[in-house]
Nanobody
Framework: QVQLVESGGGLVQAGGSLRLSCVASGSFFSPNDMGWYRQPPGKPRDLVATVTSGGRTNYADSVKGRFTISRDNARNTVYLQMNSLKPEDTAVYYC???????????WGQGTQVTVSS
């Protein structure tokens, strides 16, 4: 049974920073991609950023230059450093672990990020 446990969400003022963490436990294959997705109220879930086992990253245009994704393969952990936060970044952030081809995938329970203006 694979579990993803997120932490680090909360309330922050616009311009502030937060760091999200997600630890994966259980048995899963490598190589794999880890990433963050977010779902604002009343909107669909969308990509924020992903990182491959080899460290290649991909970002949504809306977060480029402000967010940084990284991973520690030895600890099965992925991080999302979020700087210069904006109210439009308010959402539930979900951690994802999957095969590179989406043949399998797992989601965390989500962590709320709220940015006040």
């Amino acid at each position: 049974q694979v579990q993803l446990v997120e932490s680090g969400g909360g309330l922050v003022q616009a311009g502030g920073s937060l760091r999200l963490s997600c630890v994966a436990s259980g048995s899963f294959f490598s190589p794999n991609d880890m990433g963050w997705y977010r779902q604002p109220p009343g909107k669909p879930r969308d990509l924020v950023a992903t990182v491959t086992s080899g460290g290649r990253t991909n970002y949504a245009d809306s977060v480029k230059g402000r967010f940084t994704i990284s991973r520690d393969n030895a600890r099965n952990t992925v991080y999302l450093q979020m700087n210069s936060l904006k109210p439009e970044d308010t959402a539930v952030y979900y951690c994802n672990l999957r095969s590179p081809t989406w043949a399998w995938g797992y989601w965390g329970q989500g962590t709320q990020v709220t940015v006040s203006s």
